[in-house]
């Protein structure tokens, strides 16, 4: 029986047919892999996936996290279980060195590896995913001794780590944060404040908890160019690495989420007197690079976390994709539509147009979704092991363009892919007997995790598509006329399209800033960016064309008809938003608040 997580054989074209990740071996750092051992773990992977995540989702969601008598966090014994087992197994250190224990896997197969535990169980993989984040972090910006200390247990299994950014007066809005960080003589700082939406803030089921926390140091600038980041642990460690004394990081309280539930998220208290390690206020925190410097170091893991986010609404997505197609080819109901016989036996639900419409819309959502967040994952390698500074350079600036769109893309279609899931199911879609309903309650999280749509629609707009003269914009183009030229004669359709679409999109773009109002050129950014974001899920959908071009099969073919499907019905809805921000319209940004 096929996976109803994800297809291993889309896997396998994305990451071999398309990506050529087997490429990436010829250099140094992954010398020492090849395609068997990328199949070996992508293989560990799918089997703990399915026997130590998925078997354990549904029954973390009913069993939410809970805090007893003493103020401990509770959670279902299968969740430890499943943790240990990913653990044990190596994949917290999949992506980092040698030297730390890790195995040195290029970041792109890495991150299929681990979609097999975002389709499997969200909830609980969501805490060895912070954690490589949080260690990734710190290998980019922290000491070599704040390395040995802090992430060598984290790769082991025995730390986990959190990011601690928002606070409840706060939200997104980071330049209004008030948790204080005041230097002491031995060099560490002493932090006092609150901290909301912490995921994985507190818990038993690691020796400890590595919290990376943004603060200001009083006398620093305002705003956001005035904060920095601190690691504070749960628990301090003495000279030797050993646990030493409670530090003062105190659990407030739990918040109940609609989805994500296996995933304990919290309030915590930084410096609130529960402990006072050394008799002194305040929770001990070590700077991580250098002071008022702590947001650019956050985003290390901010852009970490929202390619990540548009990875597990992809993986939910396609899970519920596959379960509405698997319940589509088993239920019997109704009769094809030029059946004139009352008696004759209902057909299953696929025989229906409408039924095969809802399929296919979600078929192109989450392949393409997956697609993006692994070419996403792809650059990165490139940006980090391509053998010259150019074609670095490009990669990053390409990274940079495309990210808010590939956390916020999937967060809109996948969901929507979850949805017709439900639709597909009928009214068993709507009941818990059936998966499809926890499904999209998870990924209705995923528009907020990270930065909402309007956030990333201000990045996109505001900041990335006009950096260094519209640079990332221009090497997008490239990319984009690289896959035109590549493209297939039964794919000119669709190349001619997508050209068109992106030039369009430049002179928009060029349009919107040249009033010089960024007022009304950011007044419509969240629909710049669903237009933006379609254009690049088309783009993708023509690179897998050309990989697929001229190869025969049920499975080339499904690829073909779906990039279609997203040509012909999807694409041509850009238009009407172009139009809209070529326009320069007024309407939400001259609305009063006091006409609502």
């Not at 059936?434 to 209705?444: I, K, L, P, S, T």
Request: proline share 5%; glycine share 10%; charged share 20%.
């Amino acid at each position: 029986m096929s996976s109803l997580l994800l297809s291993r054989r889309d896997l396998e074209f994305l990451l071999y047919e398309w990506l050529d990740v087997t490429a990436l071996t010829r250099r140094e750092r992954y010398a020492e892999h090849s395609r068997e051992t990328f199949d070996a773990v992508l293989e560990l992977g799918e089997r703990i996936a399915d026997e130590h995540f998925a078997g354990h989702n549904k029954l973390a969601d009913v069993n939410e996290p809970t805090m007893d008598g003493d103020g401990r966090v509770v959670l279902i014994p299968e969740v430890k279980a499943a943790l240990d087992v990913f653990a044990r197994a190596g994949l917290l250190a999949a992506e980092f060195d040698e030297a730390l224990g890790g195995m040195q896997l290029p970041n792109v197969v890495s991150k299929a590896v681990l979609s097999w535990f975002q389709a499997a169980n969200v909830g609980t993989s969501a805490y060895p995913f912070l954690t490589i984040a949080n260690a990734n972090l710190l290998v980019a910006h922290g000491s070599p001794e704040q390395v040995e200390r802090w992430v060598r247990p984290m790769a082991e299994g025995r730390f986990f780590g959190t990011m601690c950014l928002s606070e409840p007066q706060a939200g997104s809005s980071l330049a209004d944060i008030t948790t204080r960080a005041e230097p002491q003589e031995d060099g560490t700082h002493r932090l006092t404040g609150t901290k909301m939406w912490i995921s994985a803030g507190d818990h038993e089921l690691s020796e400890n908890i590595v919290h990376l926390v943004l603060a200001k140091i009083p006398g620093g600038p305002p705003g956001v160019k005035g904060i920095s980041l601190f690691i504070v642990p749960k628990v301090l460690l003495d000279e030797d690495g050993g646990l030493g004394e409670r530090n003062d990081v105190a659990l407030v309280g739990l918040n109940h989420k609609m989805g994500y539930r296996g995933t304990v998220n919290t309030v915590l208290n930084f410096g609130e007197g529960v402990h006072t390690p050394g008799g002194s206020p305040g929770a001990v925190g070590y700077l991580v690079g250098e002071p008022h410097k702590g947001l650019i170091y956050m985003f290390h893991m901010m852009n970490e976390a929202r390619i990540g986010v548009g990875l597990d609404a992809s993986a939910l997505g396609y899970t519920g994709y596959l379960h509405a197609l698997d319940y589509a080819k088993v239920r019997l109901q109704g009769r094809p539509l030029a059946g004139k016989d009352p008696s004759a036996p209902p057909v299953p639900l696929i025989e229906h147009v409408d039924v095969r419409r809802m399929l296919l819309a979600q078929k192109s959502y989450v392949e393409g979704g997956l697609a993006l967040g692994l070419y996403c994952s792809r650059l990165v390698d490139e940006e980090r092991t391509a053998e010259n500074e150019a074609d670095r350079r490009r990669a990053s600036l390409l990274l940079d363009v495309l990210t808010p769109i590939a956390k916020s893309w999937p967060s809109q279609w996948c969901l929507a892919a979850n949805d017709l899931a439900i639709q597909v199911h009928g009214g068993y879609g709507y009941t818990r007997e059936y998966n499809v309903e926890q499904f999209y309650r998870d990924n209705r999280l995923n528009p907020i995790h990270e930065g909402t749509h309007g956030v990333q629609g201000l990045d996109l707009l505001g900041r990335k598509v006009v950096a260094q003269g519209g640079e990332g914009l221009r090497v997008l183009g490239e990319a984009i006329a690289a896959t035109v030229s590549r493209a297939p004669a039964t794919a000119q359709a669709e190349a001619e399209r997508l050209t068109a679409a992106f030039d369009r999109l430049a002179a928009v773009t060029a349009r919107l800033w040249s009033t010089g109002d960024a007022e009304v050129a950011l007044a419509n950014a969240s629909v710049y960016l669903e237009a933006a974001g379609h254009i690049v899920v088309a783009w993708i959908w023509l690179e897998q064309l050309v990989a697929a071009a001229d190869r025969e099969g049920d499975f080339y073919t499904g690829k073909r008809r779906a990039a279609r499907y997203f040509f012909r019905y999807e694409l041509p809805r850009t238009g009407p938003q172009l139009d809209l921000l070529d326009s320069l319209d007024r309407t939400t940004l001259d609305m009063d608040p006091a006409w609502f």
